[in-house]
């Protein structure tokens, strides 16, 4: 990574997104209700918004951290995907993402149907790591989700870490998996 000013902070309302879409028969897997991984995707999606617009230019999907599924999606669900950079790194970001979901033709409040936490890293024209911003949380929501987002670093860090000494244990010990 070439060196760089850290840019100023931006707020996280300043980044913050929600993106929708209506559910179809060609979203659905063999069980009748959205596949996955079309959530997965929207989810993505919406993330890789919410970093490039947090970081100024290009970022790139490094890692999903987690992705729950909490009730089942179908067809006629208006889904709405709302993401925002929980914390920043040097060239790295958080973003948070929920997933709700309401039926097209109901007045009934959207519920809640998945969560995910990504790891964005942003990149120059070559590819290359760049600084991003600071984000600046801005309510006490905005607050623990920094502070969560911070946990889960350290224990990805951890575990790639632990990951990283097993293997390196077996080769020594001439085990090749």
Do not use: C
């Not at 790194?89 to 009934?108: F, H, I, P």
């Not at 959207?110 to 890293?121: E, K, P, R």
């Amino acid at each position: 990574m070439t060196d760089q000013a850290t840019p100023e902070g931006k707020p996280t309302s300043a980044s913050r997104t929600t993106l929708s879409h209506i559910m179809t028969g060609n979203d659905t897997n063999l069980l009748g209700t959205v596949h996955g991984g079309v959530i997965m995707k929207l989810v993505d999606d919406a993330a890789g918004a919410v970093a490039g617009r947090h970081s100024g230019g290009p970022a790139v999907t490094a890692s999903m951290d987690e992705m729950v599924f909490l009730e089942p999606v179908r067809v006629g669900d208006l889904v709405h995907v709302k993401a925002q950079v929980n914390w920043t790194g040097r060239s790295s970001m958080e973003v948070g993402v929920r997933v709700l979901a309401e039926r097209w033709n109901e007045s009934t409040p959207a519920t809640q149907v998945g969560s995910a936490y990504l790891v964005f890293a942003a990149v120059d024209a070559d590819g290359k790591p760049r600084t991003v911003p600071p984000v600046i949380p801005e309510t006490e929501r905005d607050k623990r989700r920094y502070q969560e987002a911070q946990i889960r670093r350290t224990h990805r860090l951890a575990r790639r870490r632990a990951i990283k000494e097993l293997r390196e244990r077996r080769a020594a010990e001439g085990i090749d998996d």
